[in-house]
Structures are given as C-alpha cells and as structure tokens.
C-alpha cells in the first residue's frame, strides 16, 4: 500500500524486501510467502525489486538481545528493537546505496516537519498507530522516512487496494513476534533457553505448583500455568504476579485483579527522545506500557544519567520489566525507554531481580 500510494502520487518508487529471519524448516517463517508477494506488487505497479538478506543483522542487533533478556527473567519488545537497529538502520543504508532519497514504509504513523525538525505523530487511525514501536526513531530518520498509510482508516486502505487490483489487498495483517510465526512461543523458546523447573507460590510463600521455567512467563500471563485444582483455593484462574529470577521462583496469584500486579510508579534505562532531548527535567504527559493500552496520565522526572521515573495517576496492571514505556502529548511522540522495574509490591520484595 506505501508504493502504491507513492506511485499514485507520481513519485519514483522501487520496492526493497529484507529477509530478517532465515528459514530454520519448522514451516512456520512466512518469508519466502512474502517476498513473492512483494514480487507481485512490484509487478503488478511496474516497479524494480530488490532483495536484500539481514538475518545476520537481526540475530546480532535483535534476536541475541531478545534471548538474553529472556534469560534474565525479562520481557523484551523485539518489534521496537528490530525497527531501531534492522529498518531503519540497515534497511535504510541499503535502499540509500540504490540511490534512494528516502524509504517508505507501511507503518501506521506520521511524520511532521518544520524548520528543520521532525515530530512522530500518531496514525489517524488510533486502532492501528504503530508509533509505540517507532519511538527509538530520531531526527536523521524521520527525515529519510515517509509513512504513507498514516493519514488514511485501515478500512478505507483495503478499499484502495481492492480498487488497484493489488494481490494482496485480503492478505491478513502480520500478529506476534515475526521469528516465532503460529507456533507454541515456549517449545521455541525451549530450544534456546533449556527448561528450568521451579516452584510456583502464592504471594504469601506458599507452594502452589511447579514451573518449567520463570522465562517462559510474564506478569499478567494466565495461559500455560498448567494449575490444577489446589486444595483450599476457589476454583479460579490463576495468573503470574511476580518473578524472583534468582531463586527460581514464580509468584501466581488467583486476582485478575491483584494488587500484586498493580503499581503506580516505574523506573526505566535510560531514555530516547524523537527530539533529541526531553522537553524538560520535570514534566506531565501520557504515557503507553504496551501496545494499544489507552493513555495514561502520568507525571515524568528525568535523571541525571537520563533514566526516567514515571509516576502514573493511577495504579497500572502488569506494568512489565523490559517493556517499552512510551511518552506522549497528544498525537506526538516524544520517546521512550526499557522498563527497569516498578513499585509493584513483590518486584519490592525480591532486591536480586529489581537491582
């Protein structure tokens, strides 16, 4: 849709498809299915293609990274990541060497500019905006960028597409984490991270169970915990509240709504700012902790060494260490950085995970 968008405008356009994952024969990676898609297009809007392969890249700058925090008992955004370091780095270095000006992609987002100086908006679709995973994006990138789709409806970018008799104006939109495709994520993420059985507690110590490993899960998950009935405890479902990495311990607790999940206030690495800098030390904003959560009020200070401490005006649910929180005024983008950790009371509690 950005080519045909951009063709209909009467620019030059040629598509450039990058392969970020190779096929390791579980059937599961879509890539070849896409590349002849992209074939399609091309040929059906009369353009060039070009194929360029950066599984390399991606396994150094995204998935290693994706791994280790696994590892570390976190829960990483590859999707933020391989935007920052495979897209809009390589990608973009690749489409230059083609002699292009600049790239454009099918994100749902916009970009604006004045003076000399770049704003990352929100799509006008607010169902779609897929600015929470461009805010790693600085100057020199939204400068080289175009996001052609950003100012239309979803429904309405199925209907053009109709229209041009574009091949792939039915295809599904892509969902999940692109390496992992429809298979089950924890027998893929066994095969790089050996299981590590353990105890499953309550909050107050209590043996509830065992786990397979404290990696497989994040705060908030219900699926997966495998958790029969447990003599004395309603018959309800249980979900993760806390992990302590070091002693191998999974905390569940039975509350979708438990305040074990809930905390006010998070501490994060340190920042990316669209701008290049915040827009003061001390500031009030809204704030997103996943991907199309609605906006949340919140209160940001900013450190010396440039990590922030973002206070919320109300408590948030599965607020998660190695997420993304991502800063807002209205439309615009402002940043955002790696969760830290948070005040929620059993990341209190376990010094070894939250140090």
Not at 252 to 268: A, E, I, M
Not at 333 to 341: D, E, N, Q, S, T
Request: aromatic share 10%.
């Amino acid at each position: 849709m950005a080519a045909l968008r951009l063709v209909q405008s009467g620019d030059a356009v040629a598509g450039l498809f990058m392969q970020n994952w190779a096929d390791d024969g579980s059937g599961e990676c879509r890539a070849e299915e896409d590349r002849r898609d992209a074939v399609a297009v091309c040929g059906k809007l009369g353009i060039g293609f070009h194929f360029r392969d950066f599984s390399r890249e991606y396994w150094d700058g995204v998935f290693a990274h994706f791994l280790a925090e696994y590892a570390a008992g976190r829960t990483p955004n590859p999707d933020v990541l391989c935007n920052r370091e495979v897209k809009f780095k390589h990608f973009l270095d690749a489409a230059r060497d083609l002699g292009a000006e600049k790239i454009a992609t099918g994100h749902y987002a916009r970009i604006a500019g004045t003076g000399g100086r770049w704003k990352l908006l929100r799509a006008v679709d607010r169902s779609k905006d897929q600015s929470y995973f461009l805010h790693q994006l600085g100057q020199a990138q939204l400068a080289a960028t175009l996001f052609p789709v950003g100012e239309l409806q979803k429904t309405d970018l199925r209907g053009i597409a109709r229209e041009a008799g574009l091949p792939t104006h039915d295809k599904k939109d892509s969902t999940g984490i692109c390496f992992i495709g429809e298979r089950d994520f924890r027998e893929f993420l066994g095969r790089y991270l050996p299981a590590r059985p353990g105890e499953m507690r309550d909050p107050a110590g209590n043996r509830i169970g065992e786990h397979p490993g404290v990696f497989y899960f994040t705060l908030g998950q219900r699926e997966g915990l495998q958790i029969g009935g447990v003599r004395g405890r309603a018959a309800a479902p249980w979900y993760v509240v806390g992990k302590d990495v070091a002693n191998n311990v999974l905390y569940v607790d039975q509350d979708t709504g438990s305040p074990y999940l809930h905390s006010s206030t998070l501490w994060s690495e340190v920042a990316h700012w669209v701008a290049g800098s915040p827009p003061s030390r001390d500031f009030e904003c809204t704030a997103q902790t996943r991907y199309r959560q609605a906006d949340e009020p919140c209160q940001v200070t900013v450190a010396e060494d440039g990590a922030l401490s973002v206070r919320f005006q109300r408590p948030q649910r599965a607020v998660t260490p190695g997420q993304s929180v991502v800063l807002y005024l209205g439309d615009e983008c402002l940043g955002g950085a790696v969760i830290a950790r948070t005040d929620a009371p059993l990341e209190q509690s376990i010094p070894e995970q939250a140090a």
